[in-house]
Nanobody
């Protein structure tokens, strides 16, 4: 059974920082891609950032470009999201995803496995 476990969420004031982690276990090989998505109340789940695990190519959503950084550890089974200059619009449930059937985790349909989600709350 493949498991993705997020950690590092919480509450922070505007302008602050948080670092999310996502560990993948239970699969015989590393994923092709990993990604962070987020979903605010009443809104659709949106892509925050993604990363190709072999070429370490990254992509960021417009709203987080320049503030967030996605990365992997050497095993490529743990993904991080460093979030700086947080603002209240970043408040959401954050989900990590791993893709094994596609080479690029561009959208929800390309993610094979999901974490349970972790809350990030930014107060003004």
């Amino acid at each position: 059974q493949v498991n993705l476990v997020e950690s590092g969420g919480g509450s922070v004031q505007a302008g602050g920082s948080l670092k999310l982690s996502c560990g993948v276990s239970g699969h015989s090989r590393t994923s092709n891609c990993m990604a962070w998505f987020r979903q605010a109340p009443g809104k659709e789940r949106e892509l925050v950032a993604n990363i190709h695990t072999r070429y370490i190519k990254t992509f960021y959503g417009d709203s987080v470009e320049g503030r967030f950084t996605i990365s992997l550890d050497d095993t490529k089974r743990t993904m991080y999201l460093q979030m700086n200059s947080l603002n209240p619009e970043d408040t959401a449930q954050y989900y990590c995803g791993a893709g094994y059937g596609h080479h690029w985790c561009a959208n929800i349909g390309t993610v094979t496995y999901w974490g349970q989600g972790i809350q990030v709350t930014v107060s003004s």
